[in-house]
């Protein structure tokens, strides 16, 4: 029972340390509003509109963002082409003592009402109590995305899809916040300053992981679809157990990006990752090996010759790290320099660097999962075996869990379904990857 529960106990952590929970809709205190522009940039006319004033206790580095990430004051409304566009106007700050998940502080910036200078929309931000922090300007391509990136400050949008809805960013964060206080034993009374600012980094690292995707430059989808183009015709004349365990991680693993770029999972102690089993440069060994010698092959290139700072930084150890341990300029640094990272991650000795690592994989987890097989109920389950190999690839140390959770269950006389639900708990939210699986499973018709 023991390892049994450790199942469900790691199910737990990976759902809630660090990650988004919530803000009860009470605490979503503040009036209803914000700023319109009109197509030509002036206000729209409302007997209740933003005004600086209002801003007060609203915004900069002295408020709480946990008070003020609902305050309608503070989505910044602009009009491009006839369409509204709404952003949180966030500021970012080095946190002065090494907290347990991310290392920068996030604040609501003040801004300026938006104004139209020489026909584009902008925005001005501050923070009212860090003069030396400065202003900066915002401006919009025809699509309402930010031009600019600063390190200090970022526009991220007030919603954005999710599965197939739009999202408001308040209410992802309330649900974070609420989620995370139902469960932590900080905040078993609430109202304590421990819970309380527990609840406030909980807050802050949902609005940064959203930050980190908005932020994050993927390559573009033709060259996605050349990617998958060369990754098919490299590895679709594999037969047996290799290509059921490559159909598999590409199920897990991939989602729609391409087999060769870089990406940021944005959750907990992820690094950025790539490869179709998402290798994560924070923690797995094969990752930093290739990792680093395709730094080494793209030493040279003239990419770095106006981003000296961004190239010490990326080829300092540090940036082989969970990006939640990053501080503000180190995550500016690692999402400008992210056009010379993709690049070198297509440069040919990196992607033929990447198939062979991948060639090898596949054989030696078919060789695994061929031996899991001789295994006491694992010789009756294909999906316990493929489960073992897919959290192997995630995380070795739940392969081990799983190993031993499977042989204790067994030797008790368990019912092979009772064991089979009991090992997709380590899944977790994750639940969509055991539902792959099993479909994968029935597509071969494994036995």
């Not at 522009?37 to 002036?42: A, I, M, S």
């Not at 209410?171 to 600012?197: D, W, Y």
């Not at 573009?220 to 098919?232: C, G, L």
Request: proline letters at 3%.
């Amino acid at each position: 029972m023991r390892i049994a529960r450790s199942l469900a106990a790691l199910a737990v952590i990976a759902a809630v340390f660090c990650s988004p929970y919530a803000f009860a809709k009470e605490c979503l205190l503040g009036s209803e509003r914000h700023l319109v522009l009109n197509d030509d940039g002036t206000p729209v006319k409302d007997d209740d509109i933003y005004s600086v004033e209002d801003a007060g206790a609203r915004c900069g580095k002295k408020t709480s963002f946990l008070d003020t990430f609902g305050l309608k004051d503070n989505v910044v409304s602009v009009s491009i082409g006839g369409k509204t566009h709404k952003f949180l106007a966030l500021a970012l700050y080095d946190k002065d003592r090494a907290p347990k998940c991310n290392q920068i502080k996030v604040r609501n910036a003040c801004f300026d009402p938006p104004t139209v200078k020489d026909g584009k929309t902008v925005v001005e931000l501050y923070d009212q109590d860090t003069s030396s922090k400065g202003r900066v300007t915002f401006t919009f391509d025809a699509r309402g995305n930010p031009v600019e990136r600063y390190a200090e400050y970022a526009l991220i949008r007030a919603d954005f899809p999710y599965k197939g809805k739009q999202l408001q960013m308040a209410t992802r964060i309330h649900e974070s916040v609420k989620g995370f206080q139902a469960s932590a034993k900080s905040c078993a009374n609430p109202s304590t300053k421990l819970c309380l600012t527990n609840k406030e980094a909980v807050a802050e690292n949902t609005v940064l992981e959203r930050l980190r995707v908005d932020r994050f430059l993927h390559i573009a989808s033709n060259q996605v679809n050349d990617d998958r183009t060369r990754f098919k015709g490299k590895f679709d004349g594999l037969s047996g157990m290799q290509a059921i365990i490559k159909e598999m991680l590409l199920s897990t693993e991939l989602g729609s990006v391409s087999p060769y770029e870089l990406s940021d999972a944005t959750k907990g102690g992820s690094a950025l990752s790539f490869g179709a089993r998402q290798l994560d440069i924070g923690g797995n060994t094969y990752a930093k090996a290739i990792f680093s010698a395709n730094l080494k092959d793209y030493a040279q290139s003239p990419q770095w010759s106006e981003r000296s700072e961004h190239k010490a930084f990326i080829y300092a150890p540090r940036f082989q790290a969970p990006i939640q341990g990053y501080r503000v300029r180190q995550l500016y640094l690692m999402h400008d320099a992210m056009p010379a990272l993709q690049a070198m991650m297509r440069e040919t000795s990196a992607l033929d660097r990447l198939d062979a690592h991948h060639v090898t994989f596949l054989n030696e987890e078919a060789a695994r999962y061929a031996t899991l097989r001789t295994r006491a109920c694992f010789k009756d389950s294909p999906f316990l075996a493929l489960v073992a190999i897919d959290r192997n690839n995630q995380r070795p140390a739940d392969y081990t869990t799983i190993v031993n959770t499977v042989a204790v269950m067994c030797r008790r006389g368990d019912a092979l379904e009772t064991i089979e639900d009991e090992v997709t708990k380590i899944y977790g939210a994750y639940t969509y990857r055991a539902r792959n699986i099993r479909k994968l499973i029935r597509a071969r018709n494994l036995a």
